[in-house]
């Protein structure tokens, strides 16, 4: 019940040929599976088997569902993700078509999906990792969350319509994956996935994972991301699901997305540009001038995000939004105000967790000295727990970002008083 | 496509022979269709179609969902109700068998269940209303809504079972008439539905909605009610849907059952206490001692359902919740903390959608005399107000039961004040 193909990089450039009529066999054909490539091409996508096919003028990514994931110690996936994955990336891309790749062909007989590789631009995360920014991002994928969550919202859709595509959107396996990895982290450095965990900082993660307040918070999130089912959420949006350019951006990756909570996006999305903070404060740069610059960089992404995210939402809300919430003081406003609180929350649940977990995670594990990743990785967790003990009672974005220079200045000093 | 059979008194009889092998033809047979009787007898449901059977020894309720319902002014509903009702029963019995009806059959093909008549108990409404009062009503209510909700809760069942029940239970048509009816209050008196509302309360109730403070707490509790779906709950759980005795409680009608948030039930049920303790502080008593000690019951329910449903809850947590929430410091106490927020704040909407609606409210309604009844239900709506203004920040039982007590003072010295 797989399919009646398997597909393979042998066979791909035929079935791509028996489901588009526009693709030219006599073209300059490529064919390469994702994986072959290095990590940067590719991304850290460890789920699927996905092969890039092209005929010199159309790019093609052809992705077929598979019982099993690519990674080592698999564990069984719905098989019918291609097909979710297909429907969600149809709905934005009726929302947001800038911002998401050319859909091609769903072909539910073999459980794949076309659409266009958007490899033209380059994986963010990997070029942030080399000091590259991208003056428009929080601008576009501000707009990418606010408009495909509010147009599946019920403050858009009538109710009916709304419980439909939740149901159709309930995606119980996939998001399982990260009701886990997000919101309970073991710590447990025996497992043989990916790399392997220092003893040193197990016993110190452990010892914040474990703190009461830290669990407790993190059940809260967990709760809400379990049971707030308010729009069609990406649930897997971070820097390796979005290509960009200067001008461009494209999400891709959309195999996880259920009705969720608005926020648990952004939280998501803005969690790799702390990381990515944490990071350039230990990594090395070519000058500090540069550091310093790619810094307020980051903290610029995570202020501009949120303020965007609202402006966008709010704009939505007021031109689009069904007649019963016209006219209510203070809804855009409280809305705001949850999405900050919610936002930080997910974004420290979902740091600490991939921070304590055995999959890689690129912003820190690049840093070869030892020291020094460790120094981003515990002034990370430390951030996360003020974060995860605070999220309820933030009033502002500006107030976050003052936590985040806070906790920055007191980690320092103490481990510069510590080498004296 | 609305079955085979059209009940009526006059095949119900034969209707039940067919289905029922332990149906008595040659014994005390009785017939008769609810809304026949009293509304102290048959309730204030104005949806159904439904038939009272007895031989004498069994007595039995039979129930078949019709596209239109029994009120004038009637709206299009769910064909499929019955279903998810007699489901929903299923559930419940299957958690708290003592707090439900016997279930003896359900009928796909004619949309029909039959369950046991518990009208050998009474409505509780009716009898409240005579002053009657249930000592065991609120421990009976909060162990049935704590028992039901936490064991189809995802703090129990596996999040499959708990996504493929919430799927189930969707209940779009049901629940879209409380939507709008206890949250979206438009206060028009020129419907033609039930009572006329009188010039001068419509002005004082308007003014009360339309407080800006008033409108967006009920748009936020709204909100949670559409978005967050945390267990089954019932859902039209008020004391006309509750059969009791001194020793005894069956609740019935579970047609909106759907999966909503865990503090819903509670403040639509302690609702009805609240509006008892207003009416009580205006209708005519035997004694003074009587009234004193009514209202005295009634905050003892308000505070005890709360009290007791968070005992009850923590405690199935603490023997049967999964390994994941095993030992989270202050998880129960959070979750008793949203939940007292929640229920008053869903208690205040509730209610003031239901004063301020056309529909019968017989707490108030059966108040004979215009200026008592008029100040019950402009106290209850100051009440309310005060509620939906204060909701998040409660932080006890008790300093809810105070505010009650507070502004019938205020309520009462200046209608004194206005008097002389």
Redesign the interface.
Known sequence: MVGLITLSKENVVDYVKSRLNFFNLNGDIKVSAIGEGSVEEDGDGFINFVYRVSDGEHHLIVKQSTLEARSKGSFTLDLNRYKLEYDAMKICAAIVPDLIPKLYDCDEENRVFITEDVSYLRISRFQLLKGVTYPKLADQIARYMAATQFYTS?YYLD??RF??L??HF?N??MR?IM?VGMF?TSVTPEDTVGRPLDPEFVTFSKRICAD?AV??AR??LR?LF?????CLIHCDLHTSNIFASQTEAKVIDMEYAFFGPFAYDMGYFTANFIAQYAAAAFRPFETEEARKKFKAYCLFMIRETYVKYCEYFTQYCKEDSKV??HN????AE?FCLTTLREFIGFAASAMLGRICDLIPYPDYDDIDDYVQRHNAKCFSIILNREMLVKWESYNSIDEFIQDILTIEEIYCRNIKDLKL
């Not at 379990?226 to 308010?230: H, Q, R």
């Open positions: 019920e109710t009916k419980r439909d939740s149901i309930m119980t396996t399982k009701e309970l009461p669990l407790l059940q809260k709760h379990m049971s707030k089912g308010e019963e919430y209510i003081p203070g809804l409280d």
